[in-house]
């Protein structure tokens, strides 16, 4: 493993919550903006940003399984959780007794929710377009025609778009008319057919509700610029060694980087095991006060190795924290520059580096042990 002290994924839930009332404002009252937490909120920590969300007013809480969905339950009693997706017929009692909302992805879901006469409100997932989950047309037509939306009351029917973050799309259009089709035969509470990237399209996209992750984490999947979104994260790299090498000297693996001068090498505590993309080598700058050390070489498992040579002696030394991401390196940036997926990013470096909250509400939070499951199933069993 990394060493994880030397990496330290900062996260500014002050500017998660910003996000979050940036995105009310741009849906109308009638649209709720929901958050959804998986991977451990895109490698944000679950707890501590649904918690700050919840502060500022989010009511409901999507995560990817029964493990997440316990972790939000602990720390929020009052809130609505819902198990994006998990088989509903291994605990039907955690779901009952913990008060979290299942998601029918399949008629098997559905037949599990008849089968455990689950009476609580669910959420129905219908396949549009994405080819992943839901129930299709024709099975939610044929559970309309048996009446079964009249037992079990879906509070939230929802689908999912492909191609949201590109507007101008054919499949957009297509999707949200299938989803007018089958949401009708439902007639929900709620509907929900936008993520993130969706805000930005025609309010008829809208509905009753939109689910975002991607865009509470400071991520401008839409590509709008400036980007209206708060940056979220920051990411420091301890310095932990200063080496002077001559002229022509070969730097790292394949020697990629060949020395033009006398050089000031500075290696960093931080490799590809943090979360770092082995790809972003050669466009990833270290920013130690107002000057940028470029990377040179390959990025390894746990160092990265840095150009000193024109920063100024006294500004930095063993030991000092220099900053790969910050406001003006986004996420984004590196995403861009690394041919890799701004989320995938985000996922990486927080379970790879140590987090840590600006906002000093969760000092230090370790990556969090997941074991709830195991103690919902024994509280269950002494009642
Ligand atoms: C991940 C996910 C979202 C959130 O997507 P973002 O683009 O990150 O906002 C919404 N809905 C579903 C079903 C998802 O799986």
């Known amino acids: 493993m990394a060493n994880l002290h030397d990496a330290i994924f900062e996260i500014d839930l002050e500017a998660v919550a910003s996000n979050y009332r940036l995105l009310c404002d741009l849906c109308t009252e009638r649209t709720e903006v929901a958050a959804v937490l998986k991977s451990d909120a895109y ?6 940003v649904a918690t700050r969300l919840e502060a500022c007013g989010c009511r409901t809480f999507f995560v990817a399984d029964i493990e997440e969905a316990l972790l939000v339950r602990r720390a929020l009693r009052h809130v609505t959780v819902i198990v994006l997706r998990d088989e509903i017929v291994n605990y039907p009692d955690i779901y009952r007794h913990e008060g979290l909302t299942p998601v029918v992805n399949s008629l098997q879901d559905m037949q599990s929710v008849k089968d455990h006469n689950l009476t ?12 992943r989950f839901g129930l299709s047309f024709e099975e939610v037509r044929n559970l309309f025609l048996c009446d079964v939306f009249r037992a079990y009351r879906p509070m939230l029917v929802f689908s999912h778009l492909g191609c949201q973050d590109e507007p101008a799309h054919p499949n957009n259009p297509l999707q949200l008319n299938r989803f007018c089709a089958i949401s009708a035969l439902i007639d929900p509470h709620t509907r929900s057919l936008c993520a993130s990237a969706g805000v930005w399209l025609p309010q008829r996209y809208h509905y009753e509700m939109i689910r975002c992750g991607s865009a509470l984490c400071g991520l401008n999947n839409a590509r709008l610029t400036p980007s209206p979104l708060n940056s979220v994260v920051r990411l420091k790299a301890r310095l932990v060694e200063i080496r002077y090498v001559e002229k022509g000297e070969a730097v790292g693996y394949a020697a990629t980087f060949r020395t033009v001068r006398r050089t000031r090498l500075g290696i960093l505590g931080i490799g590809y095991a943090n979360g770092l993309p082995w790809s972003s080598a050669s466009n990833l700058g270290a920013r130690i006060g107002e000057f940028v050390a470029n990377a040179v070489g390959r990025i390894s498992m746990e160092y990265t190795t840095v150009d000193l040579t024109d920063v100024p002696e006294q500004i930095f030394h063993v030991g000092a924290w220099v900053e790969l991401l910050n406001d003006d390196f986004t996420p984004d940036d590196l995403a861009l520059v690394s041919e890799f997926n701004a989320q995938e990013l985000l996922v990486r470096l927080g379970s790879g580096c140590l987090r840590r909250y600006q906002d000093n509400h969760f000092p230090a939070l370790a990556n969090s042990a997941r074991h709830p499951i195991d103690q919902a199933t024994q509280s269950g069993r002494g009642r």
């Open 120 to 131: 609580m409100p669910i959420a129905v997932n219908v396949d549009t377009g994405f080819c």
């Open 43 to 48: 490698g944000l920590g679950l707890v501590a």
